[in-house]
Nanobody
Framework: QLQASGGGLVQAGGSLRLSCVVS????????MGWFRQAPGKEREFVAA????????LYRDSVKGRFTISRDNAKNTVFLRMNSLKPEDTAVYYC????????????????WGQGTLVTVSS
């Protein structure tokens, strides 16, 4: 089970940190990803990190602004989002899986409920 939190309303240029707590099995079992879905749009890949935390991947539009990290001792994955833009507005979902195809949603077995991020201009 995944529980995402940390979303909210922020002005453009601001920052937020999303958290995703993994329960049921140690988070170290899973590669973790963050996806987002804006109103009227399809879900899209944002960032992913390997189970051991040694490799991460980002969509081009968030590179240099977002950072994915994990603390396996706390079974938690984070998404630090800086320099937020209105186009980052979406529901953000964390996901967990055992196959490293990071940008492919179908490679993730478990999904959190989503947390809403709204960036005002």
């Amino acid at each position: 089970q995944l529980q995402a939190s940390g979303g909210g309303l922020v002005q453009a240029g601001g920052s937020l940190r999303l958290s995703c707590v993994v329960s049921g099995r140690p988070s170290s079992f899973y590669h973790m990803g963050w996806f987002r879905q804006a109103p009227g749009k399809e879900r899209e890949f944002v960032a992913a990190i390997t189970a051991g935390g040694t490799t991460s991947l980002y969509r081009d539009s968030v590179k240099g602004r977002f950072t994915i990290s994990r603390d396996n001792a706390k079974n938690t994955v984070f998404l630090r989002m800086n320099s937020l833009k209105p186009e980052d507005t979406a529901v953000y979902y964390c996901s967990a899986g055992n196959i490293w195809r990071p940008s492919t949603a179908s490679s993730y077995t478990y999904w959190g409920q989503g947390t809403l991020v709204t960036v005002s201009s």
